[in-house]
């Protein structure tokens, strides 16, 4: 690998090194080859696919994303960016907290109040309050300050360290009839018609190569909805998906690897399991 490769290697997400170590493995078992790749999305060259597959002879576009709605994924942006992030210490405060926020409000009055606001309510023996808590809500000026700063739910918990403060982030999971497995059919052909995705596809019709290949990771959080159907079997429907998209990838994470459900329009829908060993490197 030349120091170029190398850079461009360094670069690389943990998502984008195990998503195409997903990739790579799959294709390699089924066409008994050797399978390389590049990662193509590096500078100069930002705005390309990003990554090149080789094999046999072939030469493969490969896109990389997440499969979240629009609103999730700019919310949990904003959140990333200006709030306190997954967890954090607060000076001053006896018991360990978690709390569960609504993404759709600003992060900056919990960012900047959450110590005062925690250190307030131990004061009074309040263990547990949030949008839901009526007798609260509308007269206690912490638990009022907590709803308006997207709060649902604030609560002592036991086990962690003291000042510890956990943070989920609540988002609206789609309806699924149980026994459906085509609830991922449906939701691909919604999720492919997102700008963001469209323009995956013009990535892809840019490399200029024949098999062009858009691999989703599952976003556990916003569409747990499609991580149960994957237990629902293999869909028999088929996804609306761009021309200039040749195979799409579904992947889920799991204690063991991933497990994969791949479509394209000549093979329709397989599915695989990749070892953690393969997926992960590990």
């Not at 098999?211 to 237990?231: G, K, M, Q, Y």
């Amino acid at each position: 690998m030349s120091d170029g490769e190398d850079g461009a290697a360094a670069r690389m997400s943990r998502a984008e090194e195990a998503a195409v170590k997903v990739v790579t493995t799959l294709l390699a078992a089924e066409h008994g080859v050797v399978v390389s790749h590049e990662h193509w999305d590096v500078p100069p060259r930002q705005g390309a696919h990003d990554f090149w597959l080789r094999y046999g002879g072939r030469k493969e576009a490969l896109e990389i994303t997440t499969f979240a709605d629009q609103d999730t994924k700019t919310h949990a942006a904003h959140w990333q960016k200006r709030g306190p992030g997954f967890s954090t210490m607060v000076e001053g405060v006896t018991s360990a907290w978690t709390i569960l926020v609504d993404p759709g409000f600003r992060a900056e009055a919990l960012t900047r109040n959450l110590a005062e606001w925690l250190r307030a309510l131990e004061s009074e023996g309040i263990l547990e309050t949030g949008r839901w808590d009526s007798s609260r809500v509308d007269t206690h000026p912490v638990a009022a300050a907590l709803a308006s700063a997207g709060v649902m739910i604030a609560q002592v918990v036991s086990g962690p360290p003291a000042g510890l403060v956990s943070l989920a982030f609540a988002s609206a999971v789609p309806p699924r009839a149980a026994g459906d497995p085509d609830h991922i059919s449906r939701a691909l052909t919604e999720v492919l018609a997102l700008e963001r995705h469209q323009k995956d596809a013009a990535k892809l019709e840019r490399s200029l190569v024949p098999v062009r290949h858009l691999f989703f990771w599952i976003d556990l959080t916003s569409r747990l909805d499609v991580v149960r159907a994957f237990e629902e079997g293999v869909p028999t429907a088929a996804p609306t998906v761009d021309d200039r998209i040749t195979w799409v990838w579904l992947a889920v994470p799991t204690e063991d690897g991933a497990d994969v459900l791949r479509w394209s329009a000549a093979c329709g829908w397989r599915r695989d399991a990749v070892a953690a060993s393969s997926a992960w490197g590990m």
